[in-house]
């Protein structure tokens, strides 16, 4: 089992900046690859980021390239999403998720991640 908890989030005007934080206890945080989804009300969990447990793959949403950036440390047991040049429509619930794949996977999909923390919100205010 791998219990996940996030924190970072809040409210944010458009343009400004946040960093979401994912701390997981229980497994072996390194041997699970990492992902960030978000949920905005109406709409279904969306993948946004990635890494592998390798470290040296990485993948995110076309909505967020280029202005979220997701890494982790091993050594305490986290891994972030750091969200820049955020818009109204990044508003929503975002969760940390953890799968076991293989190493150097870092996967877009949800059925493969098999731990989900409870989420934190962002508000984006425009």
């Known amino acids: 089992q791998v219990q996940l908890v996030e924190s970072g989030g809040g409210l944010v005007q458009a343009g400004g900046s946040l960093r979401l934080s994912c701390a997981a206890s229980?497994?072996?945080?390194?041997?699970?690859?990492m992902g960030w989804f978000r949920q905005a009300p109406g709409k279904e969990r969306e993948f946004v980021a990635a890494?592998?447990?390798?470290?040296?793959?990485?993948d995110y949403a076309n909505s967020v390239k280029g202005r979220f950036a997701i890494s982790r440390d091993n050594a305490k047991n986290t891994v972030y999403l750091q969200m820049n040049s955020l818009k109204s429509e990044d508003t929503a619930v975002y969760y940390c998720?953890?799968?076991?794949?293989?190493?150097?996977?870092?996967?877009?999909?949800?059925?493969?991640?098999?731990?989900w923390g409870r989420g934190t919100q962002v508000t984006v205010s425009s």
């Open positions: 998720s953890a799968g076991s794949t293989s190493y150097f996977a870092a996967p877009t999909r949800r059925d493969l991640y098999d731990y």
């Open positions: 229980g497994r072996s945080f390194s041997n699970y690859a």
């Open positions: 890494i592998s447990q390798s470290t040296t793959s990485k």
